[in-house]
């Protein structure tokens, strides 16, 4: 009976520490990534830290950056998820500090854990999810920050969900906004719909993470290489299957003009994209990128192209933000937003539209003109870079003000 009962409350206990559902289970074993500080020292004593409202944990390239964006414009912070909304939502994914943060809060900084919070990076500004993150915090006390934000077209969601009012959404936003220390936002777009809607203080600061970005030392054409990125979550114009017949086609024309191709993921759903499109062609002139998760290396190879053709949108932002002219497969209007914010519009193709010789067009018009252009890129990224810069002090300067007040 003894050894039967010790057998029954072991594995009580096993399935409580391995459940992935239970509290104990992602207090011990639940990813570290965004909830952890940069040193071990760091948890002994009070941290100024930034919860941060934004996609992460997916694998996806664009987020990573934006999140690293983050942590380097404000390196004074610990730049850490936003986890309090666990406290309405325990289903939340990714809701609950790990163990080391858990017993920091309780024993270390349990009166305002959160300095600040942002809103991150993405297009975020139309999602029910997110402003109720956002408001969550703000209502909290924490104060809130929005930097460099994507704002939704709210035209274009509500032809995919004609079940909700995204303009009724975009109105709760602004409300929520109404109250938050700081407002910027990526593009003149974003800034345009929050003014349609009543908000007229934000202001436009580009991409973040052009910030992690640095120009290339030469803006003269190398080696005739392009990239090409596909892929895409979410809805789009058009069809997906279309824009890769249609690209299948543009990787003809290149190769067959002496072109070097090389397909640049962003997700995994990209790279497998590139891996069944590569069986297409019978060239050794074509290839794919394989270190993808890895953001420095990834920059690093994307100022090795003469060109990029993009269809994620942070394929082409993190393409500008190292000089790389860039054509944009625009397959949502936030492509749109960054597009004009770069003054690059007229390389920015809707994907229900998309025609091959317009893609080949460009790619040539680029090359004829290829140094006045990345110059012109180089110069637009730096100035979004001192802009943002500039703007991080101002943040800063604010929260230091507020916290020497209270």
């Keep these: 009976m003894q050894i039967s009962s010790i057998k029954r409350k072991s594995k009580l206990i096993f399935n409580k520490i391995y459940n992935p559902q239970s509290k104990l289970s992602q207090l011990l074993f639940s990813s570290r990534y965004a909830k952890s500080f940069k040193k071990i020292d760091d948890y002994f004593s009070i941290q100024p830290i930034a919860g941060y409202v ?38 939340y994914h990714r809701a609950i500090h790990p163990l080391e943060l ?112 640095t120009p290339r030392d030469s803006s003269l054409l190398k080696n005739r290489k392009i990239a090409i990125n596909l892929g895409s979550h979410g809805q789009m114009w058009g069809s997906q299957s279309l824009v890769i017949k249609n690209i299948i086609e543009v990787v003809n024309h290149l190769l067959a003009n002496n072109w070097l191709v090389e397909f640049i993921p962003m997700h995994q759903k990209d790279f497998d994209i590139g891996l069944d499109l590569i069986r297409n062609f019978n060239s050794k002139n ?18 090795s192209y003469d060109i990029v ?21 625009e397959y949502q209007p936030k492509c749109r937003d960054f597009m004009e914010s770069m003054g690059m519009e007229r390389y920015s193709l809707r994907t229900d539209t998309l025609i091959i010789d317009n893609v080949l067009e460009l790619v040539e018009e680029i090359e004829n003109n290829y140094e006045q252009h990345c110059e012109k890129l180089i110069s637009k990224g730096n100035h979004y870079r001192l802009l943002q810069k500039m703007a991080a002090q101002e943040v800063v300067s604010m929260i230091v003000a507020g916290s020497t007040k209270g």
């Design 102 to 213: 858990y017993l920091y809060r309780n024993f270390i900084k349990s009166q305002d854990f959160y300095n600040l919070v942002f809103l991150g990076g993405g297009t975020l500004i139309h999602w029910q999810s997110y402003l109720e993150r956002f408001q969550h915090a703000l209502q909290k006390g924490y104060q809130g920050i929005v930097f460099g934000t994507g704002v939704g077209d709210p035209d274009f969601w509500s032809d995919y969900y004609s079940d909700i009012n995204y303009s009724a959404l975009i109105n709760q936003w602004v409300q929520v906004l109404s109250k938050a220390k700081y407002v910027s936002v990526r593009g003149f777009r974003s800034a345009k719909i929050l003014e349609n809607h009543g908000f007229s203080n934000a202001k436009v600061i580009g991409d973040p993470a052009l910030s992690i970005c």
């Design 309 to 329: 053709i993009g269809q994620r949108l942070h394929s082409v932002v993190l393409a500008h933000g190292c000089g790389v002219p860039a054509i944009m497969l």
């Design 286 to 303: 074509i290839s794919i990128w394989r270190k993808y998760k890895d953001i420095q290396q990834t920059l690093f190879r994307i100022k």
């Design 54 to 91: 934004g996609w992460l944990g997916d694998a996806n390239l664009g987020d990573e950056a934006l999140y690293l964006a983050f942590k380097d414009l404000f390196s004074e912070f610990q730049v850490l998820t936003y986890d309090d909304f666990g406290e309405l939502n325990y289903a």
